[in-house]
């Protein structure tokens, strides 16, 4: 048997007029969500539970509660179906395209979520006997092997959880390498085309940090880096391919300038996911860097963790790597916790930063993809993600700007705001008008060397069909500017939960509690509902 698909149409037929209120203000299988205290009631409750001990409240004393919790009880489906419902306004990479710029939100496969939910890792404790835990080690070495070879770097530091952290990781590696000389250099070089983090973390180590501009085709002027280089500065934190797409030619040149200084070079690793297979930082120079999983070996992004941000470290460095670390011993895998345990190992550990080693899950998912790709799947993962933002900016460049010119970028492409002049359209609003459209806007803003920037990171993971429609759905939005229709930027989104928030107000006075409204305040509707 066939299955009929002649004569019907796929797509709604046009209606006309004005779609009429719903009663509950729900958009057909779309329903709105109060919050749990709106929706609960106190003297619900979704569980059974025993009525407490007549003497209860005097054994509890002085802390016996004499007021009523106040808290929102439902039932259970009630329950399960809140937060099935809070889930489905969570847009993610598997919803649709992400093309926010330098965060890489890229497809996370199903097989590293098998591999991480395996009993073995999944379950795994960071009090375990170490007996216990031997496999755990040889996927932490074995991964660990797998970023060293990827970079060129002798060394890899496995314990930080993010890339901030990772960034101060890097940054007191290079400290103690100074400070194990006998220097106390004061000095930290920063491109004012760098990730925010980077000032901050060399601003929190105590560091004075010195701006260096960007030329005008958005790349750092080894000229500028020499002019700064003396006998205070530690280092310099440089991000290669750079925030605005482009990769700085000159590192190696900068590298050996800032190594002649006495200096050592940090590497930004965000936009790694550009260069995999194709250069290693180690031969460019670069002393150490930190590596986001998420970003370029597919681990989950975002959400505040549990997250991972490796450091890869040069010979230079490697010596003074924080603690924990695995090594394998007489009696196979094992961690190194404490200094008289690495001093036997000829190191000098600038300290511990976290309590345990790292996150497991991440680990396991880096590997999983890593050893499904192999070297020559993520070099082609590499260059497709180059292909990817280089096909969009030839789909856009005769009608968006291009503030260094129409030429080729890394794994993300730069739009400023010039083609908007005299439109009283902002890149803000840009951004909501996708929204409509059902893309996460860009990455807007930022880097801040370009004024009104849009940064869009396709990745590797889209087909052509996406990429298309997304150029065109882009193309459109260009269109509708030129065309004058500045009310419906203005008033996007229109669609969204949510309309445009007033986003000074929600800055400057964010309201971050719930106060259960007083009785004049409760709609006639709410109380009918009682």
């Known amino acids: 048997m066939t299955m009929n698909t002649q004569g019907r149409e796929s797509a709604p037929t046009e209606t006309t007029g004005t779609a009429p209120e719903t009663f509950t203000g729900n958009r057909a299988l779309a329903i709105e969500e109060p919050l749990l205290f709106e929706v609960g009631r106190v003297d619900n409750c979704g569980v059974d539970l025993p009525e407490p001990d007549a003497d209860c409240a005097s054994r509890l004393g002085s802390h016996a509660r004499t007021t009523p919790i106040?808290?929102?009880?439902?039932?259970?489906?009630?329950?399960?179906?809140?937060?099935?419902?809070?889930?489905?306004?969570?847009?993610?990479?598997?919803?649709?395209?992400?093309?926010?710029?330098?965060?890489?939100?890229?497809?996370?496969?199903?097989?590293?979520?098998?591999?991480?939910?395996?009993?073995g890792f999944a379950d795994v404790h960071p009090l375990q006997p170490m007996s216990t835990v031997k496999g755990a080690l040889e996927l932490i070495d074995e991964l660990a092997r797998w970023l060293k070879v990827s970079t060129g770097m002798a060394a890899v530091a496995m314990s930080p959880k993010a890339g901030a952290h990772g960034e101060l990781c890097g940054m007191m590696a290079i400290?103690?390498?100074?400070?194990?000389?006998?220097?106390?250099?004061?000095?930290?070089?920063?491109?004012?085309?760098?990730?925010?983090?980077?000032p901050a973390t060399a601003a929190l180590l105590g560091y004075k940090v010195v701006s260096v501009p960007a030329r005008d085709d958005g790349t750092v002027d080894p000229v500028a880096i020499k002019e700064r280089l003396g006998p205070d500065v530690a280092g310099i934190m440089l991000t290669n391919p750079n925030t605005c797409g482009l990769f700085e030619r000159d590192i190696v040149e900068i590298a050996e300038a800032v190594h002649?200084?006495?200096?050592?070079?940090?590497?930004?690793?965000?936009?790694l996911?550009?260069?995999?297979?194709?250069?290693?930082?180690?031969?460019?120079?670069?002393?150490?860097?930190?590596?986001?999983?998420?970003?370029?070996?597919?681990?989950?992004?975002?959400?505040?963790?549990?997250?991972?941000?490796?450091?890869?470290?040069?010979?230079?460095?490697?010596?003074?790597?924080?603690?924990?670390?695995v090594r394998l011993g007489d009696d196979g895998f094992e961690m190194v916790e404490n200094p008289d345990e690495a001093s036997r190992?000829?190191?000098?550990?600038?300290?511990?930063?976290?309590?345990?080693?790292?996150?497991?899950?991440?680990?396991?998912?880096?590997?999983?993809?890593?050893?499904?790709?192999?070297?020559?799947?993520?070099?082609?993962?590499?260059?497709?993600?180059?292909?990817?933002?280089?096909?969009?900016?030839?789909?856009?460049?005769?009608?968006?700007?291009l503030p260094f010119g129409d030429r080729p970028y890394m794994h993300q492409v730069l739009f400023d705001d010039s083609f908007l002049e005299g439109s009283e359209v902002t890149t803000l609003d840009v951004a909501k008008a996708?929204?409509?459209?059902?893309?996460?806007?860009?990455?807007?803003?930022?880097?801040?060397?370009?004024?009104?920037?849009?940064?869009?990171?396709?990745?590797?993971?889209?087909?052509?069909?996406?990429?298309?429609?997304f150029i065109a759905t882009m193309r459109d939005i260009v269109m509708r500017v030129k065309r004058g229709e500045v009310s419906r930027f203005k008033g996007a989104p229109w669609y969204a939960p949510r309309r445009r928030l007033d986003e000074t107000l929600a800055a400057r006075k964010p309201i971050l509690k719930w106060e259960k409204p007083g009785p004049a305040e409760i709609s006639p509707g709410s109380e009918a509902a009682e």
Request: proline share 7%; glycine share 10%; charged share 20%.
């Open 260 to 271: 002649e200084a006495g200096a050592y070079f940090y590497c930004d690793g965000a936009n």
């Open 273 to 325: 996911n550009a260069i995999v297979g194709k250069a290693r930082p180690g031969d460019l120079g670069v002393d150490c860097m930190h590596i986001n999983l998420h970003k370029t070996f597919s681990t989950p992004h975002g959400g505040g963790g549990p997250g991972a941000g490796p450091v890869v470290l040069s010979d230079k460095l490697a010596p003074f790597a924080p603690l924990p670390y």
């Open 345 to 401: 190992d000829g190191t000098t550990p600038f300290g511990r930063m976290v309590a345990f080693h790292g996150q497991m899950g991440m680990f396991v998912r880096a590997l999983s993809y890593m050893m499904s790709h192999g070297s020559d799947g993520m070099r082609q993962a590499s260059e497709d993600a180059v292909l990817n933002a280089n096909y969009i900016r030839v789909g856009l460049n005769d009608l968006m700007s």
């Open 175 to 198: 400290k103690a390498a100074h400070a194990a000389k006998g220097e106390n250099r004061s000095i930290v070089l920063v491109p004012d085309s760098a990730h925010g983090t980077n």
């Open 70 to 119: 106040d808290l929102p009880g439902l039932s259970e489906p009630e329950t399960m179906r809140h937060y099935t419902r809070l889930s489905q306004k969570n847009y993610a990479i598997d919803m649709g395209l992400y093309p926010l710029g330098s965060c890489t939100m890229k497809h996370n496969p199903r097989l590293n979520e098998k591999m991480a939910r395996l009993a």
């Open 434 to 469: 996708m929204i409509d459209e059902g893309y996460h806007p860009m990455t807007m803003y930022f880097p801040l060397v370009v004024h009104g920037a849009m940064l869009i990171e396709p990745t590797e993971s889209e087909s052509k069909a996406t990429l298309d429609l």
